[in-house]
T-cell receptor, first 112, second 115 residues
């Protein structure tokens, strides 16, 4: 069955460092991948979308890579700030279906 | 724009009671999604609509769950009868286009507790 794994349940890093979150998948050939941010008590908020034919996407301090050979996406936050502390979810979708499947998320904490 | 609106924000009910969750998507969005989030299972898609028509309800856990979208600005998710294991946060999301082209906008969620 399709499986999405996000590298760790929680990640703690020092302010100013680069945070790297991992999303691995098996038994799936996604056409695109999305990353969302979720704060406690709120719904997820879209951050970035990357398609299977794209290697990398950037938005301000955020960078996403998509390696269909390794079946992995990396999500980077450079110059991390305490305000970046949240849970980050990856989501994958196929080319024909409109629904996407979410990973369980990684809780990121940035300490001052 | 007010974003996706969900009501109620919190619902506490007793086992066996009927529960109705409501959602108003963003105006002009053609897709509407209902999700359920729990600590154990994460964020799960229950059902989604395109132009008010249910497209995929394979995520609906069982016959106790039903969803309707009578018009482009309103959808309901009903649980009857409710059970303690239905306790979760239920999110409604809408999008202008298919998720493969862009983002979904999530509502604030309804936290359901079934005693």
């Amino acid at each position: 069955s399709q499986k999405i794994e996000q590298n760790s349940e929680a990640l703690n890093i020092q302010e100013g460092k680069t945070a790297t979150l991992t999303c691995n998948y098996t038994n799936y050939s996604p056409a695109y991948l999305q990353w969302y941010r979720q704060d406690p008590g709120r719904g997820p908020v879209f951050l970035l979308l990357i398609r299977e034919n794209e290697k990398e996407k950037r938005k301000e301090r955020l960078k996403v890579t998509f390696d269909t050979t390794l079946k992995q996406s990396l999500f980077h936050i450079t110059a991390s700030q305490p305000a970046d502390s949240a849970t980050y979810l990856c989501a994958l979708g196929g080319s024909s279906a409109s629904k996407i499947i979410f990973g369980s998320g990684t809780r990121l904490s940035i300490r001052p | 724009d007010a974003g996706v609106i969900q009501s109620p924000r919190h619902e506490v009910t007793e086992m066996g009671q009927e529960v109705t969750l409501r959602c108003k998507p963003i105006s002009g969005h053609d897709y509407l999604f209902w999700y359920r989030q729990t600590m154990m299972r994460g964020l799960e898609l229950l059902i989604y609509f395109n132009n008010n028509v249910p497209i995929d309800d394979s995520g609906m856990p069982e016959d106790r769950f039903s969803a309707k979208m009578p018009n482009a600005s309103f959808s309901t998710l009903k649980i009857q009868p409710s059970e303690p294991r239905d306790s979760a946060v239920y999110f409604c999301a809408s999008s202008y286009a298919s998720p493969k082209k862009g983002e979904q906008f999530f509502g604030p969620g309804t936290r359901l507790t079934v005693l």
